[in-house]
């Protein structure tokens, strides 16, 4: 081969390269997102940026790499998911972390087809762990809880659990027996009003129904993101 076919050669070889990157960077999507999941209608309102980056076909081709993050760059979320929009909840596949603003863990989760399975764990603000939760075919077991001061109140499916909203707010305290709900509980509804529950082995007898057990998936600053030479959604401007 002679010097100049082999800087053609060469020249081709990097402008493939080159234009493949292109391509791959062009299938990248930034969307404006509320910690609600949704869209945001501007980058003023929103709570995160979610980044969608093209699969690895090396490895899945169908399945899209998840970034959330503050909109101040800050991690908030990385994922996996097989849905192409940015309402990726019901089809989130293997590992998933989630990261309260401070840095501290969220959520550390396992998805199989967007449902949760395995072992999950939730941590409160602080960074002491909040509660482990095995995902079975059966049901949710409920293996271990602890207050914020890394208290356990619950150890291998017994003890007293409390559960709390997504922010972490006081809904319910009761007994759990081998990873069921079982006996009184006591918590809060919708109107604030105290009320008593009766489980028995985790089907409710009498009284309203504290079932917290299933978290939320997605429960923060005005740096506009930059994507160079990525295709940025329409809803980010």
């Known amino acids: ?113 967007g449902n949760l399975t395995g072992e999950c764990l939730s941590y409160f603000p602080n960074g002491k762990l909040y509660s482990v939760i095995d995902y079975t075919a059966n049901g949710p077991i409920l ?23 997504a922010d972490f707010e006081y809904v319910a305290q009761g007994p759990v027996k081998n990873g069921h709900e079982d006996g009184e509980w006591m918590g809060t509804i919708n109107d604030g009003k105290t009320e008593k529950a009766v489980y028995q082995n985790v089907k409710l007898i009498s009284g309203p129904d504290f079932d917290m057990s299933m978290p939320d998936v997605y429960t923060s600053v005005d740096v506009q993101p930059q994507f160079p030479g990525e295709r940025e959604a329409s809803h980010v401007t």
């Open 143 to 165: 293996k271990q809880c602890s207050d914020s001061t890394g208290k356990v109140l619950t150890e291998e499916g017994n003890g007293t659990w409390i559960k709390t909203s």
């Open 1 to 113: 081969m002679t010097k100049r076919a082999f800087i053609n050669l060469f020249f081709c070889l990097c402008l493939c390269i080159g234009m493949a990157a292109q391509a791959q960077k062009r299938d990248t999507a930034a969307y404006y997102m509320y910690n609600n999941g949704k869209m945001a209608e501007s980058k003023e309102a929103a709570d995160f940026v979610r980044i969608l980056l093209p699969p690895d076909s090396t490895v899945d081709k169908g399945l899209i790499t998840v970034n959330d993050v503050f909109k101040d760059g800050r991690r908030k979320a990385m994922a996996h998911t097989y849905i192409n929009s940015p309402y990726i909840e019901n089809g989130l596949q293997g590992p998933y972390i989630e990261y309260f603003h401070n840095g501290h863990r969220k959520y550390i989760r396992t998805y199989d087809n």
